[in-house]
């Protein structure tokens, strides 16, 4: 391993969500190497369930155009259900400490819904990326166990855009407007949304970059047997 080559750790380490993205794409070549990589990802029996749509340039305007209409007419299309209110304790705290936080760096006070219109608005603007990702699976029984191989694939990817400088966001937002998304990039129905993936060079000077989640201490999230 050269000099310049990071170690398992530190990719590990470096890898956040990013939620704001400067305009440059990232190099075909760069990109598909990054690809390769994720392809190294484990699953059942190999059967490497996963389908992965990029989306750049004139697509990614029309598809971004498509969704934040979706969005405010409040026209969902959700392939698989999901309530993050659902979630028990402590993973729904979890998740309202990552929103504060958020809305705190962003500068956005609690009651004030048109900047928060906005914030979320964002979502369906990819955060200013160059690419989205969109993550879909066949339907297999229940769906689980090809969604945990797509999610082993999607962390592969992250990791190696991490390694390269890049950095990406999972958007399960994204999965909301699923028959909008399958429709534009002309995606057969037996394929489902999971959720998306917005990458690119990330804007550091952009305040939503002012802060990272935290993480659980093992001891909360790991049951030892002897």
Same mark, same amino acid.
């Given at each position: 391993?050269?000099?310049? &080559?990071?170690? *398992?750790?530190?990719?590990v380490?470096?890898? /956040?969500?990013?939620?704001?993205?400067?305009?440059?794409?990232?190099?075909?070549?760069?990109?598909?190497?990054?690809?390769?990589?994720?392809?190294?990802?484990?699953?059942?029996?190999?059967?490497?369930?996963?389908?992965?749509?990029?989306?750049?340039?004139?697509?990614?305007?029309?598809?971004?155009?498509?969704?934040?209409?979706?969005?405010?007419?409040?026209? $969902?299309?959700?392939?698989f259900? *999901?309530?993050?209110?659902? %979630?028990?304790?402590?993973?729904?705290?979890?998740?309202?400490?990552?929103?504060?936080? /958020? $809305?705190?760096?962003?500068? =956005?006070?609690?009651?004030?819904?048109?900047?928060?219109? &906005?914030? =979320? &608005?964002?979502?369906?603007? *990819?955060f200013?990326?160059?690419?989205?990702a969109?993550?879909?699976?066949?339907?297999?029984?229940?769906?689980?166990?090809?969604?945990?191989?797509?999610?082993? $694939?999607?962390?592969?990817f992250?990791?190696?855009?991490?390694?390269?400088? /890049?950095a990406?966001?999972?958007?399960?937002?994204?999965?909301y *407007?699923?028959?909008? =998304?399958?429709?534009?990039?002309?995606?057969?129905?037996?394929?489902?949304?999971? /959720?998306?993936?917005?990458?690119?060079?990330?804007?550091?000077?952009?305040?939503?970059l002012? %802060?990272?989640?935290?993480?659980?201490?093992?001891?909360?999230?790991?049951?030892?047997?002897?």
């Amino acid at each position: 391993m050269s000099s310049q &080559e990071l170690t *398992f750790s530190q990719v590990v380490k470096k890898r /956040y969500s990013a939620r704001a993205f400067l305009p440059s794409p990232i190099p075909s070549d760069v990109l598909k190497d990054i690809l390769l990589k994720a392809q190294c990802a484990p699953s059942n029996c190999n059967t490497q369930p996963w389908s992965l749509h990029i989306v750049a340039g004139d697509k990614l305007r029309e598809l971004s155009h498509a969704l934040t209409a979706d969005l405010k007419a409040g026209n $969902y299309s959700l392939d698989f259900t *999901f309530d993050k209110e659902a %979630y028990p304790e402590p993973f729904r705290q979890s998740a309202l400490e990552q929103v504060r936080s /958020y $809305y705190q760096a962003l500068g =956005v006070a609690r009651g004030d819904n048109l900047s928060r219109s &906005e914030v =979320v &608005e964002r979502n369906v603007k *990819f955060f200013g990326a160059p690419h989205v990702a969109l993550l879909f699976i066949p339907v297999v029984g229940d769906n689980v166990r090809v969604a945990l191989d797509a999610g082993m $694939y999607a962390q592969v990817f992250l990791l190696s855009l991490a390694a390269r400088g /890049y950095a990406g966001v999972p958007q399960a937002v994204l999965s909301y *407007f699923a028959q909008t =998304v399958r429709r534009i990039l002309n995606v057969p129905e037996d394929f489902r949304l999971l /959720y998306g993936i917005s990458f690119g060079i990330p804007d550091k000077t952009h305040p939503s970059l002012s %802060y990272r989640e935290g993480r659980v201490s093992i001891d909360e999230s790991v049951v030892w047997h002897q």
